[in-house]
């Protein structure tokens, strides 16, 4: 018997999941309910979340969407998110992942107009085919990428010497005059949280905007041993920090900032040296995530990209959405 139900809230949807979507039963950082239940505290607070979830025979889909406006849906994912897609128990086959998610869209149907989800990957396909099956007009586009490093048993010794020469040289050389002082902790204290936004206050970027979202996540991950939180000083002072978490094998890139005053000295690059070696020679990790975006300096670190792709569903009853998703569909055939 085929069942779909939703939730109006995260609390709703953690109780009826009864421990399903927590770290110890899922791998996955992006997949887990604290990190939805966080993300939507603290990052859209003032828009409610439509929670969707649809079981068969024991395997289940879950859904979770933001209700930013009526009839509009997106997914429950920003800028922190390095994918977003359905999360499903039971181990379904793709026939039955495609089941389950047509209901769901189905339902969608009845009181929805617009459906937009990114940053999507490896769901694509899936998601398109089932909301189209359901009866949406759907559009996928490709919208930057996700750059990766799969060590593959090589130390860093090893990886270092397949580096492009001029990052390699650019290390040696900044190496050599550097007085900074680099460390990594795997434990939070209020002493490195203010020197994280210190960095940050000084770095190019413009102020976090989910600042306690990020303070919320690495008080997680230094609970549970992940957390691996990188500094360049210059003496007392922090001049670069990276925050990143370590779990299951994979290591993610959440946070980069420098000191602007610093940059013909490089201490974010020094930093990221002592960091990839760290997670590669003493974690041990079999993936290296940067996260979203196609920043040049990835490429030089990193070996492969993933495609993020944007899905835009549009409700063909609805005459306010043709002209919209006519738009979005030229835009997918002129990139």
């Known amino acids: 018997m085929l069942v779909a139900r939703e939730y109006r809230s995260v609390a709703e949807a953690r109780h009826a999941l009864s421990g399903a979507l927590d770290r110890a039963t899922v ?13 939507h505290d603290h990052c859209f607070p003032q828009i409610p979340v439509r929670i969707c979830n649809a079981v068969e025979d024991g395997k289940a889909v879950w859904l979770f969407l933001l209700s930013p406006k009526a ?8 800028w922190y998110s390095f994918d977003w897609s359905p999360i499903f128990l039971g181990a379904p086959d793709p026939i039955v992942q495609r089941r389950l998610i ?17 940053p999507v ?8 085919e089932a909301f189209r099956r359901a009866g949406w007009f759907g559009v996928r586009r490709p919208m930057g990428g996700r ?19 001029r990052l390699r040289t650019l290390i040696a050389r900044k190496s050599r005059a550097s007085r900074f002082t680099l460390g990594i902790a795997d434990r939070l204290t209020d002493g ?8 940050h206050e000084r770095s190019w970027k413009q102020p976090e905007p989910g600042l306690s979202f990020l303070r919320a996540l690495a008080e997680r991950e230094s609970a549970a041993g992940t957390l691996r939180l990188g500094f360049a000083r210059l003496e007392d002072q922090p001049v670069a920090a990276q925050l990143w978490t370590v779990e299951n094998g994979t290591a993610l890139i959440h946070k980069l900032a420098h000191d602007q005053a610093f940059d013909g000295a490089s201490p974010g690059s020094l930093l990221s040296h002592a960091m990839f070696a760290h997670v590669m020679d003493q974690d ?21 990209r993933e495609t993020l792709y944007r ?11 043709w002209l919209p998703a006519a738009r979005t569909a030229i835009s997918a055939l002129v990139g």
């Open 147 to 165: 750059h990766l490093l799969r060590p593959e048993g090589r130390g860093f010794a090893d990886y270092w010497t397949e580096r492009p020469g």
């Open 71 to 78: 009839g509009r849906l997106s997914a429950l994912a920003n």
């Open 284 to 304: 041990g990790v079999a993936l290296i995530d940067y996260g979203t975006g196609d920043n040049g300096y990835k490429t030089d670190w990193m070996e492969a």
């Open 27 to 39: 791998p996955s950082l992006f997949h887990r309910i604290d990190w939805f239940e966080s993300l």
């Open 192 to 199: 490195l949280w203010r020197d994280y936004t210190a960095v």
């Open 121 to 128: 990957t490896d769901t694509a396909s899936l998601l398109l």
């Open 311 to 321: 899905l835009d569903f549009f409700n063909p009853r609805c005459a306010s959405v």
């Open 102 to 118: 047509e209901v769901i869209a189905q339902k969608l149907l009845k009181d929805s107009t617009q459906v937009d989800l990114y």
